[in-house]
């Protein structure tokens, strides 16, 4: 699984760019029922193989289906079987032996199917059972979770083709425990089971499911039924259905299947898009030491997704944001999502964690895939990059060091288990085991878990295990301090040199509730032209170390392989930034270093800043220009020639547009002429940079220009017009973000609601109010996101509804009155959305 609102939860900060509000932090409250013990589901029967016969009620949405489950017990001998079975009718209940079906008694209560077997079976024995039932997925009252939007199993999409902008299609989502809305199954990740799926589908469409397809029968009604097979077992949240208009895009890896499917408009670009997976099939089955376990890997993207992507085996259901143009492509791709779900085919489907305490034995090892191809495919800058920004995503959602356990057996609810820890902070975790414990070690213990667990299910025990099979070492220490312990360090670094003599004082500065650490660290002192390696061992509150030096350091850097898996704030000054940008140039290193140039904003560090112009990677060089301080004529002078050439040929979109946007904020009408240029571009993201540039240097002008754009173009640029609005509020432009919150989806909803918000609060005619709040209330209902705004928006409100109330005291005739009804209505709004 991946999860597009854990790695994009900053769009939220566009709510509270101006004004009295203030972004708001995710909440830091301990969850309740932390007391109750998560243990692993205790497996009464095992699946064994399920074969499942489908067709549906588009018009109902419902699924009717015929099931034969075959069972056995796990161990002691049992008479009775219990499903999960949400939200269905149930028909037929049956025991399938020679004489036919036999009718079995059973209780349907609290979704769950509690059936009475005809006799005490054995371990050595399997049954078959036959369910007859339809699932009403609509009907169903489930909740979601920040990554899992929704939990409802199976989806109609437009299932009566009324809405002309979408396609009509059925998918569906099985994590946490949602399949068994779909079919009976004992829905739990420690399940294992082969499958056959018969789909009745009307003949117009292509479906897809786990393994291979076997057959294709087609019908006299106009319908076809399509039967995949898959023969290796797998867990019940693994399987998946997707039914639409998909076109078909071929590809091979070693003679298996390698299949992408996207709506037909998207196909021509689907090499683009998923072009590098055989690459990744190859890197990962060589890292690893085990080739692609399963025969056939397919793509298929969804409309209306309720999370990011999901690694059904041998089929990832990909959200529509992953679907782009090559226009499209040009400004980003989201290949991390494509390397995370095929990384999970070994660690999550091949290998399953055997609970949702243990889900760091998926998502942690999918998200540190992600990383490992970066560096593969683009080499270890990138490498870097990624694993620095898992690390940031972690520590941002922490306070004082301070953060639930790893392999978590306490926690609220299951779907709690899907954050920050589980993802961001496993991967850098095992990245620092890697670091610690060599390459080759480390992927021969992978190989070993993965071999020794094949199709079944692991826990980091086992890794331990495995690790110390391997390398003969005992592990234990490292993953008591890292998976079953919390937090992490924080550490206040001090650097000294006399007589000779380099120091380091560290201090362990987290929260005393957090464990004191062990850590061991490699040191890189930059002395005399030389660099010098030390290695130390931190493991208690308070230590200082000391070496032996020619003269003073020019820099000590510490940590220099950047795999702490923690917080550092140290007594550096400017010019040891300078010197570490130039001379220790890791990813980590360098941005550290223009970042404090850009906070410290002193003078001497601008020269630095310009070299950052043609920093190797394009994200340093956009931070090198917005850090540039061209009210410096010496600085302005230099930098201006280079910002032009990069604002014309950089190969990066977003170095282009920053560029283009600092050259706007010269307010220099010689650059008048780049921001209409600017517009001729095919990245959406330098015609937007040149929309809100020319709004800079020519606000008329940028309206009018808006009128050249083709639809295409303005709904690409939604954000920069919508921020163009908000110094325009005029009536007409309300129309424009109504479009968007009626049929936006939720990236683009997130991209534009804030400047909404603002739009309407610099507006003065309250029906405009009234409309717009009504249309954000329902567009955050359509696209269930109440978990992530309705606490900011009914903070905005309120204090937007006090400061109409105060502009009005001192208002006057038709003014006050249109502000007091505004007031009147963003204090109903706010009071509305604090009562869900």
Excluded at 443 to 472: C, P, V, W
């Amino acid at each position: 699984m991946n999860s597009k609102f854990l790695t994009c939860s900053t769009l939220l900060l566009s709510f509270f760019v101006a004004g009295n509000l203030s972004a708001q932090e995710k909440s830091t409250e301990k969850p309740e029922n932390l007391s109750v013990y998560r243990v692993t589901p205790t497996k009464i029967n095992d699946l064994v193989h399920t074969k499942l016969d489908v067709s549906f009620d588009y018009a109902k949405r419902y699924l009717n289906g015929k099931e034969w489950v075959t069972l056995k017990p796990h161990f002691y001998p049992t008479d009775s079987l219990t499903l999960d079975a949400q939200g269905m009718d149930i028909k037929t209940v049956a025991l399938v032996d020679a004489k036919g079906n036999t009718p079995l008694k059973y209780v349907y209560n609290d979704n769950k199917l509690f059936i009475t077997l005809n006799k005490k079976y054995t371990k050595q024995e399997k049954y078959t059972i036959y369910i007859a039932y339809t699932a009403k997925p609509d009907e169903l009252k489930v909740k979601g979770s920040a990554a899992i939007t929704d939990a409802k199993g199976l989806y109609f999409i437009n299932p009566e083709g009324t809405d002309k902008d979408k396609p009509t299609q059925i998918w569906t989502q099985g994590e946490t425990e949602s399949s068994s809305a779909w079919f009976p199954t004992i829905d739990k990740p420690d399940q294992k089971t082969t499958q056959e799926i018969s789909m009745t589908v009307k003949s117009k469409y292509t479906t897809l499911s786990n393994g291979k397809l076997v057959s294709q029968k087609p019908n006299t009604d106009g319908t076809r039924t399509d039967t995949w097979k898959m023969d290796l077992p797998h867990s019940p949240y693994l399987f998946m259905m997707a039914i639409g208009d998909f076109k078909i895009t071929k590809d091979t890896y070693k003679g298996k299947e390698v299949n992408y499917y996207l709506e037909p408009k998207f196909a021509p670009y689907a090499k683009q898009i998923f072009g590098k997976t055989p690459e990744m099939m190859k890197f990962y089955s060589e890292t690893l030491g085990l080739d692609y376990p399963w025969n056939k890997y397919a793509q298929v993207v969804a409309r209306d997704y309720v999370s990011g992507a999901m690694e059904n085996t041998t089929a990832t259901l990909h959200g529509e944001q992953i679907q782009k143009t090559d226009r499209e492509l040009l400004d980003g791709n989201e290949e991390g999502t494509i390397a995370h779900e095929l990384f999970h085919q070994w660690f999550g489907d091949y290998v399953t964690a055997e609970s949702w305490s243990n889900l760091t034995m998926n998502e942690s090892f999918a998200t540190f895939g992600e990383v490992i191809w970066h560096g593969h495919d683009a080499g270890k800058d990138a490498e870097d990059k990624s694993r620095y920004e898992k690390l940031q995503s972690y520590i941002s959602s922490t306070k004082n060091g301070e953060s639930p356990v790893l392999a978590r057996f306490h926690y609220a609810d299951k779907e709690d288990m899907f954050d920050n820890i589980s993802y961001a902070k496993g991967s850098v975790i095992l990245y620092a085991l890697k670091n610690q414990m060599g390459d080759a070690a480390f992927y021969q213990s992978l190989n070993k878990y993965l071999t020794t667990n094949a199709f079944k299910n692991g826990e980091t025990h086992q890794l331990r295990l495995a690790m110390e099979d391997i390398t003969g070492k005992d592990w234990s220490p490292y993953f008591n301090q890292w998976y079953y312990n919390g937090g992490h360090p924080i550490l206040a670094v001090d650097y000294g040199y006399q007589n000779g003599k380099a120091t380091i004082k560290v201090k362990q500065t987290q929260d005393s509730s957090v464990q004191t650490f062990t850590l061991p660290i490699k040191v890189d002192i930059y002395v005399s032209g030389k660099k010098i390696r030390k290695e130390i061992i931190i493991d208690k509150r308070e230590q200082t170390f000391s070496f032996d030096v020619s003269a003073k350091p020019d820099l000590i850097d510490f940590d220099a392989d950047k795999i702490i898996v923690g917080e550092m704030n140290d007594n550096k000054v400017a010019e040891d930034y300078y010197f570490q940008y130039k001379n220790a140039p890791s990813y980590a290193n360098r941005i550290e270093a223009l970042q404090f140039i850009m906070q410290s904003k002193a003078k001497s560090g601008q020269q630095i800043l310009l070299a950052g112009l043609k920093d190797p990677s394009g994200d340093l060089r956009a931070l090198s220009i917005a850090g540039l301080n061209l009210e410096d004529a010496q600085i302005k002078a230099a930098a201006l020639p280079i910002l032009l050439q990069l604002a014309k040929t950089d190969r990066d979109t977003e170095v282009r547009s920053a560029a283009i946007s600092k050259l706007a904020e010269t307010g220099d009408q010689a650059y008048k002429n780049l921001m209409s240029e600017s517009l001729k571009d095919r990245s959406y993201r330098v015609i937007a940079a040149g929309v809100s540039g020319l709004a800079k240097l020519a606000p008329q002008e940028s309206l009018s220009a808006l009128s050249t754009l083709d639809q295409d173009t303005k709904d690409h640029i939604a954000p920069s017009i919508a921020e163009l609005y908000i110094s325009d509020p005029k009536d007409e432009h309300q129309e424009f973000y109504t479009n968007i919150m009626d049929k936006g989806d939720r990236n683009k909803v997130f991209a534009v609601i804030g400047q909404y918000f603002q739009y309407l609060r610099a507006n003065t005619n309250p029906a405009v109010t009234e409309k717009g709040v009504k249309n954000i209330k329902e567009a955050i209902e359509r696209l269930k996101l109440q978990s992530y705004l309705n606490k900011q928006l009914s903070s905005a409100y309120e204090a937007t509804a006090q400061g109409k109330s105060k502009q009005a005291s001192s208002a006057s005739g038709e003014e006050k009155k249109n502000l007091m009804k505004q007031a009147e209505i963003f204090k109903n709004a706010a009071a509305d959305l604090g009562k869900e």
